[in-house]
């Protein structure tokens, strides 16, 4: 069997390696050079994966780190809005993303 088809770009899966292996300055320049679309966003889903990852494996303090690091870029990007209807869209996407940074279990 082949290896697991995705729609992501290859930098992508290159940034998590590098976050991983603890290279995260390198990871966040590679998602800032990479991605066009929307890089603030990108950076807090490779912190909130991050989060996710080092709290179930028993690792609090890198957890909490990691967390605080999703919820500020994502807070980031909210506050990168050019008008109202910009803003309330971000804001709730923002809200959003911050629920799934706390779950039952916390790390």
């Known amino acids: 069997m082949g290896e697991a088809v995705t729609n992501e ?3 992508v ?3 998590e ?12 320049a ?3 050079a990479s991605d066009r679309h929307n890089p603030l966003m990108s950076l ?8 996710l990852r080092l ?9 909490n780190e990691a967390r605080s690091k999703a919820s500020n870029w994502a807070s980031y990007y909210a506050s990168t809005s050019s008008s109202g209807g910009e803003g309330t869209a971000r804001s709730r996407e ?5 629920r799934t940074l706390y779950f039952s279990q916390e790390p």
Do not use: T
């Not at 390696?17 to 966040?28: G, I, V």
């Not at 923002?94 to 911050?98: K, L, M, N, P, T």
């Open 17 to 28: 390696k590098l976050e991983r292996e603890n290279r995260l300055a390198e990871a966040e």
């Open 44 to 51: 807090a889903e490779l912190y909130r994966k991050r989060y």
């Open 30 to 32: 590679l998602i800032n």
């Open 94 to 98: 923002v809200d959003e993303f911050h």
């Open 9 to 11: 770009p290859e930098w």
């Open 55 to 63: 709290g179930f494996s028993g690792d609090v303090a890198g957890a």
């Open 13 to 15: 899966a290159f940034s």
